[in-house]
């Protein structure tokens, strides 16, 4: 997976998980507030308070419906015209299949297990939501190319123009310090000798504001990323898990490199790469997903019929 794919699927991630979440409490809000309404001496729960002011549920699901409620509804549509879509056309996503997405996804971050820590550390998304967007996304897919057929010498020719694509490469998860003359990587470097902590001092002399609050961790850099100094990649695929190394001269600067760990991927089973293939050779010439989610809406007359801005009819 490259950079911008793994930028792209996250975004997508992140943003249909929130909408579903959204969603679900919208609707289960909705059904309890009608329950409610049976009751009309009981007052709205209030979620939240400011001095003496309260925020009642009332309000905050106002409140949600105004900023996200097209999106929420817009997904909670496709949803379901996907799901009647592949019963009647007897597409299924198996639990496999959608384990090995991960795993494929994972590889992106160096393996399944990285990616699910991220994903649930930095955003918050359970394994189980992964699951769920990665079951319906694969499900599209699977509507997509039903109809398309990609054959053998197709796949051949494809690997052959790419040799490299599927080729797992080497992470190193690293942490830089910055600093502007040699002299002072030297000093850092004796410091860093006789015992101190490298986040520490990253904190403390570093330059590069990027890394600085966070110890100099730079994060999982592949072992050609073209984003990274030449010179300091140089450096850093001569090294060893736990080293450390520099003056490293970066023009602008000189760098002390930290390697914390080596991820090495494992190499693809050689059917799922064919398999992989397959499916993006398809989709290159299926309609896309998102044209095939209005056409479904279509299809099964879904409609937004209150409330909602007009222009999402065209969505």
């Known amino acids: ?60 699901t106002e409140e ?16 379901q015209v996907v799901a ?22 994972g590889q992106g971050y160096g393996s399944k297990e990285r990616f699910l820590q991220e994903m649930e550390q930095q955003l918050g998304l359970s394994e189980e939501m992964l699951k769920v967007e990665t079951e319906y996304r694969l499900t599209l897919e699977k509507i997509a190319t039903a109809d398309v057929k990609v054959d053998d010498v197709e796949i051949d020719q494809y690997l052959n123009q790419h040799p490299d694509q599927f080729h797992p490469k080497k992470q190193f998860n690293l942490s830089i310090i910055k600093v502007d003359t040699e002299s002072e990587a030297d000093e850092v470097l004796n410091q860093l000798e006789n ?12 330059i590069d504001e990027y890394t600085r609050d966070n110890g100099g961790e730079l994060g999982l850099v592949e072992e050609d990323d073209p984003f990274q100094p030449k010179a300091l990649m140089e450096t850093v695929l001569s090294l060893s898990k736990g080293d450390i190394a520099g003056p490293i001269n970066l023009k602008d600067s000189y760098a002390i490199v930290y390697v914390e760990d080596i991820l090495v991927p494992e190499t693809p089973d050689e059917n799922l790469i064919r398999e992989t293939v397959r ?21 099964y007359a879904a409609r937004i019929v209150a409330g909602v801005p007009l222009a999402l009819h065209n969505n």
Do not use: C
């Open 195 to 206: 015992g101190e902590d490298f986040a520490s001092l990253a904190a403390e002399v570093s």
């Open 1 to 60: 997976m490259t950079r911008q794919e793994k930028g792209l699927w996250v975004t997508v991630i992140v943003l249909t998980a929130g909408v579903l979440f959204m969603g679900s409490w919208i609707f289960f809000s909705g059904v309890l507030f009608q329950e409610g309404n049976k009751k009309p001496e009981q007052d709205p729960p209030v979620v939240a308070s400011v001095q003496d002011r309260a925020i009642t549920e009332v309000e905050w």
């Open 84 to 105: 009647l879509e592949a019963d009647a056309t007897h597409i299924t996503v198996t639990p496999e299949e959608v384990d090995r997405e991960l795993e494929r996804i």
């Open 279 to 299: 499916k993006q050779l398809a989709l290159e010439q299926s309609v896309s997903l998102s044209e095939l989610e209005r056409q479904l809406r279509d299809k």
């Open 64 to 79: 949600l419906k105004k900023r996200y409620g097209s999106e929420v509804l817009m997904t909670m549509m496709n949803r």
